[in-house]
Structure formats: C-alpha cells, structure tokens
C-alpha cells in the first residue's frame, strides 16, 4: 500500500498530501486495533487463571456485586451501552468475512487461512456474561425482597436499554431472566413489577424476531446496537 501510494503521488503532486494523510489515518487505526487485541487477549488469560483458582471464602459477596456498585438502572443501561459500543467499534469486515468462511468450506480457500476473530468472538462472550451476570444477581440473593429488587432493577435496566437502541443488553439480561434458575423461582416472579411481560413482547423469537425488526427499522438513521446474534445468522 505504501509503495502505490509512492507511484500515485509522484503522478499527482496534488493527491500526495491526500494519500499521506490517508496511509496516516490508516496506520492509526491499526495500531489503534493491534493495542485492543493485546489488551483482550490479557483480559482472556487473566480469566483462564481465574477460573483455575480455588474459589475464595467471600466470592458469594463479590460476584453480585453489579447492582451494589450501580442501583440505578437508567445508568445501569448507559454504562451498558458505552461496553457495547466499546466492543462493537473493533469489529471490522475482515473478522465477520473469515467467519463465514470458516463455517462455509465452499467459499474461496484463500480466504480459509489461519486468521483469528478476537473480536468476534469477545462479543459473542460479552453477551454470555452479561446474561450469566443477570442470572447470578438473582440467585445469589438469599431473600425474597432482594430477588424482587434485583429482578425489577435488571427489568428496569433492559427497558432502558430498549429506550437507548441497545437491543443486544436488552436481549442478554432478558437471556438471563429467562434461565431456569431464575424463571423458576415463582413466588419471586408473583411479587417483581409487571415490566418484564412488556419487555419479552418485545424482544420474542415470534414470527422470526418481527416485533425486535420493527423496532430496529424504526431506528434506521440514528446508532443502535443489533441483537448481534440474530444479525450474524441473517
């Protein structure tokens, strides 16, 4: 790229300050690319060692420590938002393109090389903690009354996120409501507030997902974070 940038601007002395100025923004932003994924790739081996640790005294205390750090859910759904568009923003062409043609053997074989998806697939395991965080803040609540709070804060904080077009949180905490665990505590789910119903109508697998491509079409024009699994199947 380098060496056709040299070629063009000796042909134009007008496109030279252009293209350095490009080859510059260029270099930026895979730099930019190259720290992320060592930063990811750190946070990826400090898990591993994590989860080889024997678990502590006090980790029934540390893991539902979501709401006791942020009780508010309106910005519960705002600091949601900045992680996913913190995620969203490294994902490029190249990651989504090789995905496919791995799962696709038909597809050209130059493009089947040893390529890594970082990215793709962090995402794709934001959203599984997400959920597993919202089923982990119910459960660890030995009482009735702190499941109920629990439960009507995470509702709260989805809805909110629905307001904000980040349908992908929305759809991981309603993911995490909707594990066995937690659907299954009954008497908790008679006392929650009635938002949840609303929630779940809007974001249903019914009719392939229509009433969630309602609302994303209805966001066309301004930011929005896709349910990114359905995104990545369509």
Known sequence: LRALCESLARESTDASKRLADLTASLLA?????????????????????????????????????????????????????IAELERLRHLGPEE??????????????????????????????WFNRLSALTATEVCTRLRKRDRVR??????????ACLRQRNFNSAMAILAGLSQAPVARLRRTWTR???GCAELE??????????????????????????????????
């Not at 930019?32 to 930063?39: D, H, L, T």
């Not at 629990?150 to 809805?159: E, F, G, H, K, Y």
């Open 29 to 81: 932003r895979l730099t930019a690319a190259a720290q992320a994924e060592a930063e990811l790739l750190r946070h990826f081996e400090v898990g591993l060692r994590r989860l080889q640790e024997p678990p502590s005294a006090g980790v029934q205390d540390a893991v539902a420590g979501l709401l006791a750090i942020c009780s508010d859910p309106a910005v519960l759904a705002d600091q949601l938002t």
């Open 96 to 125: 989504l393109l090789q995905s496919f043609c791995q799962e696709n053997p038909r597809r050209q074989p130059v493009l089947l090389e040893e390529k890594k998806v970082h990215f793709l697939e962090a995402y794709a395991h």
């Open 150 to 159: 629990a439960v009507d804060q995470l509702v709260a904080a989805a809805n």
């Open 192 to 194: 929650a507030a009635p």
């Open 201 to 234: 109508a809007q974001l249903s697998p019914a009719h392939n997902f229509g009433a969630y491509r309602r609302l994303l079409a209805e966001a066309a024009g301004r930011p929005a974070v896709p349910f990114f699994s359905l995104l990545l199947r369509d």
